[in-house]
């Protein structure tokens, strides 16, 4: 069973930083992502990063001003939020994809990052 436990998150002013860490275990992982929800909004992508190549996928809202790392070692994504604006305000989502499926099945419970002036 796929077990997700996400940390950071928090509050931060406009134009500050704040970092997310997942740590996933259960299976054998071909990529973690992070996804959001906004109040009201649907469900967006944000940053992916696939262990076989270290690839790193971001959505266009935050390209260029977030960063996705991971350890395949230790099954871990951080995700480096910088120069955030009022509307990253969200709840961020670990989800993962294991070895040999297509999408990202299993997910974290999540966790609220706000971002104000």
């Known amino acids: 069973q796929v077990h997700l436990v996400e940390s950071g998150g928090g509050s931060a002013q406009i134009g500050g930083s704040l970092r997310l860490s997942c740590v996933a275990s259960?299976?054998?992982?071909?990529?973690m992502s992070w996804w959001r929800r906004a109040p009201g909004k649907d469900r967006q992508f944000v940053a992916a990063?696939?262990?076989?190549?270290?690839?790193?996928y971001y959505g266009d809202a935050v390209r260029g001003r977030f960063t996705i790392s991971g350890d395949v070692t230790k099954n871990t994504v951080d995700l480096q939020m910088n120069k955030l604006k009022p509307e990253d305000t969200a709840v961020y989502y670990c989800?993962?994809?294991?070895?040999?499926?297509?999408?990202?099945?299993?997910w974290g419970q999540g966790t609220q990052v706000t971002v104000s002036s």
């Open positions: 259960g299976a054998s992982f071909a990529a």
């Open positions: 990063f696939t262990f076989s190549d270290a690839g790193t």
């Open positions: 989800a993962t994809r294991i070895n040999g499926t297509q999408g990202f099945d299993d």
